[in-house]
């Protein structure tokens, strides 16, 4: 009893949660917004959490509601646009990626067992189940789904392709904002709306997002991908001067991308993945290149596939040569879903043996790197400094990858997820 008060007390006002965020969106201590970040927040966010789920059942069709009721105060307490002003600039991400995926379970946990346990589609649970419980053995393209197969399980054929940019966010979000009335009162707004407009991401979504939420997982590596990915580079490697070529993924998270890109099988262009003659090659024994994956484990997750413990630093030392040191070797960089708030391609762009970096994520704004360090976006080039990305470098937007891309954020409004490739210019 000692603890339960406390307890509901903390679930129940909006305070402490407030108080929080606000605090951290003001803030210049790394050391502050490391507490708040990984401990402070994500403790009121699960406490809130546990109670709005005691407050209701999963089948409780007024869940949602019941979710939104311990939190609209905490986000918005005087139910004005200007309340948002928090999440200006990224400073609460980590708030918005939890409460975005506990809306979205509120929202879709049931209807995403139904389609993970439905007996009536065998070849939809077949593919989710291997993908689920694919596993270092397992070399094969058989735990690939199609992108149709994806897309016909959780409904997406009709979701756009047209990828965000910086100057352009979800028109939801923009449409949000604009019908406002001079007031800026948000006091009609529910919680999807509210989490919309603070940046979290949560319109338009559906059990394909929370799935992708629940497994960690950023992208669903699909056959077509893959094998497009994987020509790409034969065509990388077939151009460098006999050189050994090594394609080199680094945070690499649970190294299943690397795992497939190795053993992806591809043939003639028009026979599709696993078709015609040529079918048996693949990268390993067509161009003789070696596939390293590499991640530095801070962000936890657990690698299923083969995975070498080092930061892009050390990865870059043992597999493409110090700065400075000239090998025989060429080296391919890829880096799916950069962290954000940081910068690692000069890392690569110094590094005179990589004559190639593969960027696979958001592009230009900022969630995965820095806007200007990262993509040389010139909207947020506020010096007017020269441009190091494009200096050594040409960036090539591959958009026939792109299109295939089964990203976390999609929704029915936008495409979040863009293939990018920078290639060292010739001199």
């Known amino acids: 009893m000692v603890f339960f008060l406390p307890f509901q007390l903390l679930a129940r006002t909006h305070k402490p949660l407030h108080y929080a965020l606000t605090l951290n969106s003001r803030t210049s201590s790394p050391i502050i917004t490391y507490i708040l970040n990984s401990a402070v927040i994500p403790l009121l966010v699960k406490i809130k959490t546990i109670q709005a789920q005691s407050d209701s059942n999963r089948s409780d069709p007024n869940r ?74 397992d070399v094969s393209s058989k735990s690939m789904p199609t992108v149709d197969m994806v897309e016909k399980t959780f409904n997406l054929q009709s979701w756009h392709r047209k990828p965000i940019t910086a100057s352009s966010p979800p028109p939801h979000r923009t449409s949000l904002i604009n019908a406002l009335d001079p007031t800026n009162s948000i006091a009609h707004w529910d919680m999807e709306q509210v989490i919309e407009a603070a940046g979290g991401s949560v319109y338009g979504h559906n059990e394909f997002n929370l799935l992708m939420e629940e497994s960690n997982w950023w992208e669903i590596w699909s056959r077509e991908y893959c094998s497009a990915l994987a020509q790409h580079l ?23 991308l690397t795992k497939y890109l190795s053993s992806t099988r591809f043939g003639r262009k028009g026979k599709g993945e696993g078709g015609g003659k040529q079918a048996h090659n693949n990268l390993r024994t067509r161009e003789n290149v070696k596939f390293v994956a590499t991640d530095n484990g801070s962000w936890g997750i657990d690698p299923n596939h083969a995975v070498e413990k080092l930061d892009v630093v050390q990865a870059l030392e043992k597999y493409a040569g110090k700065k400075g040191e000239e ?42 790197g820095c806007p200007w360090l990262t993509w040389g976006n010139e909207e947020f080039n506020d010096d ?34 863009n293939t990018v490739s920078f290639k060292r210019r010739v001199t």
């Open 64 to 137: 949602v509601s019941k979710f939104g009721e311990f939190f609209l105060n905490s986000i918005a307490p005087t139910k004005n646009l200007s309340d948002l002003a928090v999440f200006n600039d990224n400073k609460n991400h980590v708030f918005l990626g939890l409460v975005r995926k506990e809306f979205l379970r509120a929202k879709y946990q049931r209807t995403l067992n139904e389609i993970i346990k439905s007996k009536t589609n065998t070849k939809t649970k077949t593919w989710i189940q291997r993908y689920l419980d694919d596993n270092k053995d």
């Open 234 to 256: 034969s065509r990388a490697c077939r151009s460098s001067s006999n050189k050994e070529t090594v394609v080199l993924e680094v945070c690499a998270g649970d190294g299943r």
């Open 327 to 368: 090998k025989n070797i060429n080296v391919i960089v890829i880096c799916a879903w950069h962290p954000m708030a940081c910068d690692l391609t000069y890392l690569f762009r110094a590094n005179t043996n990589v004559s190639e970096y593969i960027m696979i994520g958001q592009t230009d704004n900022g969630n995965c």
């Open 384 to 417: 007017n400094a020269p441009n190091e990305v494009l200096r050594d470098f040409e960036r090539h937007d591959l958009k026939d990858l792109s299109r295939l891309q089964l990203s976390r954020y999609n929704s029915s409004e936008v495409k979040t997820s």
